[in-house]
């Protein structure tokens, strides 16, 4: 299944959903009302969703003078394997990570943080930014950006709802909000964040590992990927970086989000040791 479907898809199960959150909580007038605003999502989520990311992590745009050590990777990688250099920006956290954003590879984007800088070798930051080039390349960027602006409004909606019941309900009449229109909304407010999430889950772990598989084969070196996942993963774990459980599946290691865990069923990446293993071959504890 193309990219292209799949972000197709994507839209229009997000359309639908919202819809449905519309007829609950305000009928047919709900619903229309649902759907224009799923109209201008989606014209959003398509031309300014990367913008939205690097907006929400205060990333900046540098230049070669600015960063030379990345910026010169970022052109290298590129140039090596024919797609246009994308736009690097800077992220000022000291939690090591790294994302790539834009619609295809004429519009891409690749952010890395301040922590990561100081935490890897040149080899491991190459293996990581030929990672996010891989997203690049495989066109994982689109369908990533997108359901992160989806996912994080249709939670945002919900939210509201959540508190519009609480001061008053809405749709219909008063009989109404007692019976199955109360019902439909009150589902709606727990079912469309967790929606959101499962479509994220839908589109994100497979990837990871594609874009592992890329960066390693583009460097020639695995085992440089395969420890700076180890050494982003661990540093991680005493530098919480500060995410949206929206974006969490943008970064090449999933942030921790407040210190709140659902385990490996509910991760947005696959667990790293496996990664690890599927890299080099070996269990991720022989790189301790």
């Known amino acids: ?33 649902a759907l224009i605003f799923a109209a201008i999502m989606n014209f959003v989520s398509y031309f300014f969703s990367d913008k939205i990311a690097l907006a929400m992590y205060r990333a900046q745009p540098i230049t070669r003078e600015d960063l030379p050590r990345v910026y010169n990777i970022v052109e290298r990688l590129a140039q090596k394997v024919g797609l246009p250099t994308p736009r690097v ?66 939670t945002y909606l919900a939210h509201i709802a959540q508190w519009g019941m609480i001061f008053g309900g809405y ?27 499962l479509i994220q889950l839908a589109v994100s772990r497979s990837r990871e590992y594609g874009a592992d598989d890329t960066g390693a084969h583009w460097t020639g070196n695995p085992y440089a990927l395969a420890s700076a996942l180890a050494k982003i993963e661990n540093y991680s774990r005493r530098l919480p970086m500060v995410a949206t459980p929206s974006t969490a ?40």
């Open 1 to 33: 299944m193309s990219n292209v479907f799949k972000t197709a898809l994507l839209l229009t199960a997000m359309t639908l959903l919202l819809m449905l959150a519309g007829q609950a909580f305000g009928g047919q007038r709900g619903m229309l009302m």
């Open 249 to 288: 599946h943008l970064f090449i290691i999933q942030p921790f989000l407040g210190g709140m865990s659902f385990g490996n069923w509910f991760s947005t990446h696959p667990p790293t040791a496996k990664r690890i293993e599927r890299l080099t071959g070996r269990p991720a504890d022989f790189l301790q």
């Open 89 to 154: 920006y800077l992220i000022p956290t000291d939690s090591p990570n790294a994302f790539a954003t834009g619609r295809n590879p004429n519009h891409a984007s690749v952010a890395v943080t301040q922590g990561i800088l100081g935490l890897l070798t040149d080899d491991e930051l190459e293996g990581v930014i030929a990672h996010e080039l891989g997203h690049v390349r495989n066109r994982d960027i689109l369908i990533s950006s997108i359901a992160a602006t989806l996912a994080g409004a249709i």
């Open 171 to 197: 749709g219909g009449d008063r009989d109404n909000r007692r019976g199955g229109g109360a019902i439909g909304a009150i589902l709606m407010i727990f079912l469309a964040p967790f929606a959101a999430m």
